[in-house]
T-cell receptor, first 114, second 111 residues
Framework: AQSVSQHNHHVILSEAASLELGCNYS??????LFWYVQYPGQHLQLLLK??????LVKGIKGFEAEFIKSKFSFNLRKPSVQWSDTAEYFC????????????FGGGTRLMVKP | KAGVTQTPRYLIKTRGQQVTLSCSPI?????VSWYQQTPGQGLQFLFE???????NKGNFPGRFSGRQFSNSRSEMNVSTLELGDSALYLC??????????FGPGTRLTVL
């Protein structure tokens, strides 16, 4: 069975700081990778996804993530965060042979100070 | 297109009761998945339905069940509620190889 680890549970940054959130998964086969964001009081929204191809994927709101297969990692980055990025971020994995089942990491709460 | 809708948004039940939650997927989406979100366990997969058939099931007791109708709407049922069932229950829909789109969730409180 696959599992997902997010190393940082809470991150506090000042506006304009750079962001990198770590995500590692364990699964030996082919996976699809996702980052979802949950803003306060709102539902989960997709930031970006990786299915195949270029391992550097760009998502909405200036976020990007890099899939490093050898490290089983899919870290999320943003060069300059804004106060409006305050939210909880979830990394998720689906194995190609597991249908639509998503396995989520524990989430990272990001607080951006104005 | 309208997004995934879930009803009710909030529910309060007592231990031992049962509850039914409803999910209407995005129009045209035939796959519906359910997740439980709690502070302690995070987001956990419950089950997935596709064309009225359960295609996948997570590691939850048999008290948790679901079904899907011919119009792709789905319901999940929890019988003999326990305090630990208090959670946000999320529904997500998908079509083909696209990502899953999540609804706002139903907040269940068990007293």
């Amino acid at each position: 069975a696959q599992s997902v680890s997010q190393h940082n549970h809470h991150v506090i940054l000042s506006e304009a700081a750079s962001l990198e959130l770590g995500c590692n998964y364990s699964y030996g086969g082919t996976v699809n990778l996702f980052w979802y964001v949950q803003y306060p009081g709102q539902h989960l929204q997709l930031l970006l996804k990786y299915f195949s191809g270029d391992p550097l994927v760009k998502g909405i709101k200036g976020f990007e993530a890099e899939f490093i297969k050898s490290k089983f990692s899919f870290n999320l980055r943003k060069p300059s965060v804004q106060w409006s990025d305050t939210a909880e971020y979830f990394c998720a994995v689906s194995a190609n042979n597991a249908g639509n089942m998503l396995t989520f990491g524990g989430g990272t709460r990001l607080m951006v100070k104005p | 297109k309208a997004g995934v809708t879930q009803t009710p948004r909030y529910l309060i039940k007592t231990r031992g009761q049962q509850v039914t939650l409803s999910c209407s997927p995005i129009s045209g989406h035939r796959s519906v998945s359910w997740y439980q979100q709690t502070p302690g366990q995070g987001l956990q997969f419950l089950f997935e339905y596709f064309s009225e058939t359960q295609r996948n099931k997570g590691n939850f007791p048999g008290r948790f069940s679901g079904r899907q109708f011919s119009n792709s709407r789905s319901e999940m049922n929890v019988s003999t509620l326990e305090l630990g069932d208090s959670a946000l229950y999320l529904c997500a829909s998908r079509e083909g190889l696209q990502e899953q789109f999540f609804g706002p969730g139903t907040r269940l409180t068990v007293l």
